[in-house]
Structure formats: C-alpha cells, structure tokens
C-alpha cells in the first residue's frame, strides 16, 4: 500500500494526499457522513486538481486493485459518498476541481468542474444575467459533481426538471482512467448510447465526473411565492392543476406541508411566524417566475387564487408582498427538517408516487401507521409538483426517539415501502441509493432492471473499485 | 429455419408472420427505407400484438440466434429499421401494439404503446385538454416507439426538448426475451441506473421498445407565429437570445431559412406566397405558445420585434393574423425538403453546433465547399433554437445531380463532417446513426465513449441479435 500512496503523492503532490499516518490530521469530514449514519476509515484522502491527475490517480489505484469512493461536498443523505471501515479505500475528493471553465451566453450553458459548490454557479451565472435554477437546501456546501452523480432534485424540478435535465454533456474518467470528452453543450447529439444519462445518479459507480457543460436560462424578470391552505391533499393535487394551467411553466415551485409538520416549525421557531396553518390540515407554497413583471405575475397569481377559492380547492392565501416576504416563507418551508430534529429522532422517507394517486397513499399510510403505531405523527412535506414526499415518521408524543427507531424503523420502511410498490411510486426519489437503500433494491426494484444494471456495472467496472457496495447491493 | 418461422406463427398467429414464401406478398413496405437507399430482404415481417407476444419472439429468436430488426412507422432517414439483404433477419413490426393504455390527468403523463402514431398520441392528449408536444414532419406515419428509440427532435424541442425529455418510464422487451417493467410515470426516482435514456435513442439495439409513459402538457391558450427577415446569422443568434429574454418559456419554435432555400420553394411552390425572403439572406420563423390570451401573446411579440429591429437583428416582420396565416409560415418551412427535392437530387446533413459558433461554423464551411466545387448550391434551414442545422449541399445550377452524388457525397460529407468536428458539433443532431452513418463513429466519436457503448452492448445483447450493424460498426 505504500507503493500506491507515494504514487499517488507524486501525482495530486505530498499536501493533497491525506491519510491516517499523520496523527495530527483528523479525515472525519471525509469519512463521516452528513446525517452520521456512518463512520468509515479511508486508507487516503486524495485531492486532485485536474482531470489528468484524476485519471492517473485512478489508473494507479486500478493497478493496485484499490477501491474509489469519489467525493462532492460529502452532503448526500444515503451514505453514497464515504469509505466503508475496512481503511482500504481512498476517497477521491473532488473540490479542488472547482473551476467555471467557461460560460457561453449564446448558447446559454455553461462548462463546470464537478468540484464547484452549487451557489457559486448561481451566482456565476446570475453574474451574467443568467439563470441555473437547481436549488436545494444543501446548495451552499454541496459540489455540482455530487448533483450530478445522484442526479439531486431540489425545489424548482416542477419547472426545470432534476439535476439530469440541466446537463447537456460531461467530461468523465472511466474505471480504467480513460478520459471521456464529452463537454459538447450541444442540445440535440443523437450519435450513439447517452452515456451521460448513464454516468448522472449512478452515483460514481461507473465512472467519475469530473466537469460538466450545464443548461443556463434567461433571469426571470420576478418571483412572486404565494401560500394557501387547502382542505385536503385531494384539493392540493386540484390546485396543482389549476396552476400549470394558469401559469403554464411560469410555474417553478409547488411545495405541500401537513399541519403537524408546520405545527413543528411554529413550535420550535414561533419567531417565523408560520401563516394559515392552524385552520388547514395542508397548506402549499406556491412560486411564480415570470419574464416579465412583477404587475403581471401579481395579476396571474390573483386569478389562480380566485378560480381555486371559486373551486373549493383553496379555503385562504397570502401573497408574499416583498422578496422579504418570499424568502420569509420559503424559509419556513426549509426549516421542517429542522423543527422535526429539534422534536426529536424520526424515520425519514424520500418517496415519489404519481401525483394522482398521493391523496389515497396519504390517506391509507397514515391509517395503516396509526394502526401499527397508535399515536405516531407524521411529518408529511415535499414537492408536490413532482410527486416526491418526505414522508417522515416521528414518534408518538413523549416517546423515546431511540428506543422507538430502534423498535420500529425497518418494520416502518417496509410498511410505508410496500405501501410505494402498491402505488407504483419509488422508494427513492431525489436523495439516490447508496449504501443505506442498496439493500432494499432487489426487493423493490424490477429484476430485470436491476439485472440490468449488474451487467453494466461489470461491463464498465469490471474490478468493482468505483465506489463499491453502493447502489448496487 | 421452417422451425423458428413455425414457432413464429404459434406466438402471433399466421397472418402476423409474413414471409416471401408467398410469392404474393410483398414486403418491400418493411424492407426499403424511407429514403430509398436501402432495400433489404427479411427472413420473416412478424407483426405481435402484445408485450408478451415481443417477449416470446425474441426468445424465439435468440434461441435460433436470429437476429431482430425492430421496426415502428419505417420513417426514419439514417437505415435504422430495415434488414439487411441476407434474407436471415426478421422484421419486427410493432404498429399492432398501437394502444393508448392510459392517460391521467393529474399526472400529466400518457401510457402509450410503441406502435401508436405520433398524430395519434397528440390528437388524444388534445380531446383531453392537454398538449403532447413532440412535432415532426412525419408525425402522421411514425411511431412513438421509433421517436423513442432515435430520440427524436422536431420543431418544439427549444421548449420542450427531444423525445427523451418527454418519457418518463419504459416497458422493454431484452436480448433475452425478458420484460423490464418500468412503466411508473414519475418525474423523480433515483433508484439506480437511468437505464430509460440508455434505450432511448439505442435504436433498437440494447433491447426493445413495447411501451412508455410521456408526459402531457397544459395546452396553451394561444399560439402566434412569427416571420422575421434577419441580415445575418448572427443577427439570428441575437434574436434567439432577445426571444429567449422576452417571451421567456413561451418560445416554442425557433427555425432558420437561408435565401436558397425559400428561393426553391418560392420557384417549386409559388402559391405558397414566400415572405421577405427577397431582401434578406435568412428568415427566422418565431412561435409564441401563450397560457394566457391572444391579446397578451401578441403584445409580446410586438415587445420582441420592436426590440429586435432596434438592435438591427431584424430587418422586417410579419406576425401571423389568423391560425391559417401561421400554419401558411409553417407550410413554407416544412416545404423546403420537398423544393429541395423537386430541384434535384442533393447531400444531406443533419449536425448540431452550439448556438455561439454557428454563425462562424456557416460563414466558413459556405466559403470551403465553394472554394472546392464553384457554383455549389447551399440549402441551409433548421433548428437554430436547438443549434440544429440541416445543411444540405446541391449541385451547381445545371449540374447533373447523380453524377454530383457519385462525385462529390462522400468528399462533402468529409468536409462537413471535419468542420463539424472543428466546431465541438454532432455529425447527428436529430436522425440518429442507423447504419448509414455507423461508419462515421469511429472517426468523429470519441474514442473512450465508443468503447464504453461497445462494453454495454456486448453486455446487454451478448449474442448480438438485436439490430446488429446498426448504432456500432
């Protein structure tokens, strides 16, 4: 092994290749991940700061049969991006390779390396006038080639689609270190397999990102973010219609919140001053980009509430009056998670079931819990515009949060999971596999499809050293 | 062989096998492709009906290791669906399986099968109120199954992308013979390989194409169309960007004609009135898909034009009165092909460049073929929204179109191509590669994507029945 790390400290330099030799050097950031769900030990943490270095760095550790665990900003939530315990494998740390490499107005893309925090390229490309409208909450730590390589959702999917739909073209170093030029920007290049579909939400395991050319769009001239309360999910999935039919794709986020998730936020930060939420058992966060004032966003905004009031589907809204206001009620929206730990453990969920059939998933899942579990609460908030909930299980009132994860989360996962198969949803939506949901794959995945992937793993990572015993099991 | 033809016949029944053996059929619909540069010669048309009848053929089939070519509406421009001329191939035709399975609503998704026409699916979203918007010029022949497995563009894709951006699940039969289920219609779901885009656009290769779920639109309250006469292609590429900052996500449809090309069609089709064209080397046909009203998709129109001929990126224009005018401007540029071919015959190109380059990538790829073939008559029309131009090459005024072909096509292609190259382009923009242009791969593909599509085609077609010689060389 020390043959391996002094190559690889000739290739990335002695200050790139961290390991646990030196005891003053603590690689737990590396190592541990974000929920700390799991704590492993790598035999190196290696920087490197281009893709030659990244493609000899995988060459040299293909040769000594060394495992890869490639590594954004270490903010996923499926234990995808960090060594297993065994102190032999190295985590390829992407976030020296952090440069925008170009932006091109005219064709409205821009070329990034996969080490690139995801709010610098906002801001890159607001700098510019323009648009990159993936947004979630980690966005200010987490790296584009995470993104990328869980093919990461966030709250503008309704309009822009996931991470997959904002890339036009990558630059990838395969399993044997090869180099794949595919930075094209191009919007239509139909010449052969898309291979950069394949590469996006495998989450390193077939090869590793290491720049991207990503989609970019005209800045809207306003958003306007509206919150109503709704009777009921039937009547949030009404309202979601009447608003892509009102405000067509000016329509960029649709978020839905029970009552006991807001009543959570109110609890625990009564100072965000949470609206219209003890009369309503939903409420939704609506937002409108318009291109081309804030006068004309206001009027669509004001005939989409009137038609849903008119149609029973909203009971009272608010329209925020200032980005003040807006950023005031997106925040409580973000702040759920928060709330919820502040409660105490829970049992989180991150599923997607088509939009239509959400009312009657809701409505059956929450009986069969309350009939398992008399008492549990459930934390039931996500982006309703694209069928995805985080449907979270907290613990009856005054329970203990260990004792209860311990009793109950697999028999809960598989409860509210094979509640996902019945209704054709998915068990993952946005947050991707890992290590945590691997297992579960052969259960709930179609066996075709997962025999499927096995054969394109093995045709493109015949030694399995990328990121092995992630997504597949 | 009698054999597999006899089990054939038991799977689908007899009328659905056809085979020369009747000397009263003829089969030359299936086995000569739509531009008649290719006649093949099938074992056997097998015509199923049913997913599972797919299934049984091609295990049928690869148990007697005889190979598939799958074909839908046999409209496609690249040799993708036609066998070859050994007489040992079958035809798989899938137009029976034809079925609208579902549509639903609140989902905003369609569950089709792949032998359904592509009117078809757009006349049934529209009787419920919504929009499919794939549109291509021979929407009313091919099928969804044959868009999907090219990936189909058409003029919509500025808003709506190519058909890949508009699937969101698959049912596909594999090389052996197994069903992968995966008909969800979710918009988020990150379990594992993307493994819907890897069929998409394989051509058939990787395994085959029985249904999918699309996603369905709001139908707009309006569409305008637009004519603009622009003094140069870069002033073209200005006004995509002022239409891109004005109309926002309502531009919907973005296509460049050169003089030449409305020239033919004003020579072969003088009722069709050509606008502007005289005074101008490009017109540029705008469409404006407006949620809202006529009234206001027409103020916004006039916003963008005033702006365009302000900053001198229009030189004159003309904005549809009624549906009949639009469809009128539509007629124009969808005759170009059909005056193209009324003047003789000519080279094709179907290349992507990016948006940013194309100006120079015309200027100096006009300058190169003339400078080598005096007189060389350039029809350049296309996407330019999608970067997409089809620049095609005729002969010099009163040059003998065949002996320009046997002289000049591949010579032309090879400078096209290697300017294509030069300029981060795709020697396929919308077509796909079929066997035409498989040969091209090898050359203007990039060598470690090339093998990487080689690895997951002996992975998922290890017998190489499935279009063989089609996509890979």
Same mark, same amino acid.
């Given at each position: 092994?020390?043959?391996?790390?002094?190559?690889?400290?000739?290739?990335?330099?002695?200050?790139?290749?961290?390991?646990?030799?030196?005891?003053?050097?603590?690689?737990?950031?590396?190592?541990?991940?974000?929920?700390?769900?799991?704590?492993?030990?790598?035999?190196?943490?290696?920087?490197?700061?281009?893709?030659?270095?990244?493609?000899?760095?995988?060459?040299?550790?293909?040769?000594?049969?060394?495992?890869?665990?490639?590594?954004?900003?270490?903010?996923?939530?499926?234990?995808?991006?960090?060594?297993?315990?065994?102190?032999?494998?190295?985590?390829?740390?992407?976030?020296?390779?952090?440069?925008?490499?170009?932006?091109?107005?005219?064709?409205?893309?821009?070329?990034?390396?996969?080490?690139?925090?995801?709010?610098?390229?906002?801001?890159?490309?607001?700098?510019?006038?323009?648009?990159?409208?993936?947004?979630?909450?980690?966005?200010?730590?987490?790296?584009?080639?995470?993104?990328?390589?869980?093919?990461?959702?966030?709250?503008?999917?309704?309009?822009?689609?996931?991470?997959?739909?904002?890339?036009?073209?990558?630059?990838?170093?395969?399993?044997?270190?090869?180099?794949?030029?595919?930075?094209?920007?191009?919007?239509?290049?139909?010449?052969?397999?898309?291979?950069?579909?394949?590469?996006?939400?495998?989450?390193?395991?077939?090869?590793?990102?290491?720049?991207?050319?990503?989609?970019?769009?005209?800045?809207?001239?306003?958003?306007?973010?509206?919150?109503?309360?709704?009777?009921?999910?039937?009547?949030?999935?009404?309202?979601?219609?009447?608003?892509?039919?009102?405000?067509?794709?000016?329509?960029?986020?649709?978020?839905?919140?029970?009552?006991?998730?807001?009543?959570?936020? #109110?609890?625990?930060? $009564?100072?965000? /001053?949470? +609206?219209? @939420?003890?009369?309503?058992?939903?409420?939704? !966060? %609506?937002?409108?980009?318009?291109?081309?004032?804030?006068?004309?966003?206001?009027?669509?905004?004001?005939?989409?509430?009137?038609?849903?009031?008119?149609?029973?589907?909203?009971?009272?809204?608010?329209?925020?009056?200032?980005?003040?206001?807006?950023?005031?009620?997106?925040?409580?929206?973000?702040?759920?998670?928060?709330?919820?730990?502040?409660?105490?453990?829970?049992?989180?969920? #991150?599923?997607?079931? $088509?939009?239509? /059939?959400? +009312?009657? @998933?809701?409505?059956?899942?929450?009986?069969? !819990? %309350?009939?398992?579990?008399?008492?549990?609460?459930?934390?039931?908030?996500?982006?309703?515009?694209?069928?995805?909930?985080?449907?979270?299980?907290?613990?009856?009132?005054?329970?203990?949060?260990?004792?209860?994860?311990?009793?109950?989360?697999?028999?809960?996962?598989?409860?509210?999971?094979?509640?996902?198969?019945?209704?054709?949803?998915?068990?993952?939506?946005?947050?991707?596999?890992?290590?945590?949901?691997a297992g579960k794959l052969p259960h709930y995945k179609?066996a075709?499809?997962l025999?499927?992937?096995?054969?394109?793993?093995?045709?493109?990572?015949?030694?399995?050293?990328?990121?092995?015993?992630?997504?597949?099991p």
């Open positions: 092994m020390n043959t391996l790390i002094s190559t690889l400290r000739g290739i990335c330099g002695d200050a790139h290749v961290l390991t646990h030799d030196d005891p003053t050097t603590d690689l737990s950031a590396w190592e541990q991940d974000w929920r700390k769900r799991s704590r492993g030990q790598a035999l190196a943490v290696v920087r490197p700061a281009s893709t030659a270095e990244v493609a000899a760095v995988v060459k040299a550790c293909a040769a000594a049969s060394t495992s890869i665990v490639p590594q954004g900003g270490n903010t996923g939530l499926v234990v995808g991006s960090v060594p297993d315990d065994t102190g032999t494998q190295i985590v390829l740390s992407m976030t020296r390779m952090n440069a925008v490499r170009a932006i091109d107005k005219d064709n409205l893309t821009m070329t990034v390396e996969a080490g690139c925090v995801l709010q610098n390229l906002q801001d890159a490309a607001e700098k510019e006038g323009l648009l990159f409208p993936l947004s979630l909450a980690a966005e200010g730590s987490c790296t584009i080639g995470g993104n990328l390589g869980t093919n990461a959702g966030g709250t503008q999917v309704v309009r822009y689609g996931n991470t997959r739909d904002l890339c036009l073209g990558l630059e990838v170093v395969t399993a044997s270190g090869e180099v794949w030029h595919g930075l094209t920007g191009l919007r239509k290049d139909n010449t052969g397999y898309d291979l950069r579909h394949l590469m996006i939400g495998s989450e390193g395991t077939l090869g590793i990102i290491t720049a991207a050319a990503m989609k970019l769009y005209p800045l809207p001239a306003v958003q306007l973010t509206a919150w109503a309360a709704v009777p009921s999910m039937a009547a949030a999935v009404q309202l979601l219609g009447l608003a892509h039919q009102k405000l067509g794709p000016g329509l960029t986020g649709f978020e839905v919140m029970g009552q006991f998730a807001l009543g959570l936020v #109110d609890k625990h930060y $009564p100072q965000l /001053r949470v +609206p219209l @939420f003890k009369e309503a058992p939903w409420c939704v !966060l %609506l937002e409108n980009s318009d291109s081309e004032s804030e006068t004309h966003a206001r009027g669509q905004f004001e005939a989409l509430l009137e038609a849903a009031m008119e149609a029973g589907c909203v009971s009272d809204a608010v329209v925020a009056e200032n980005i003040g206001q807006a950023r005031g009620l997106w925040h409580i929206r973000e702040s759920i998670p928060l709330a919820q730990a502040e409660e105490g453990l829970n049992i989180k969920h #991150d599923i997607s079931i $088509p939009v239509s /059939r959400i +009312p009657a @998933f809701v409505q059956e899942t929450d009986a069969l !819990l %309350l009939q398992h579990i008399p008492g549990v609460r459930l934390v039931n908030f996500g982006h309703l515009g694209d069928g995805n909930l985080h449907y979270n299980v907290q613990a009856p009132q005054g329970a203990d949060g260990k004792a209860f994860l311990r009793d109950w989360e697999e028999r809960v996962n598989t409860l509210v999971f094979d509640q996902v198969a019945r209704f054709n949803g998915s068990i993952s939506a946005e947050h991707g596999v890992g290590e945590l949901k179609d075709t499809a025999a499927m992937m096995h054969a394109i793993k093995r045709a493109l990572d015949p030694q399995n050293i990328l990121n092995p015993r992630k997504v597949l």
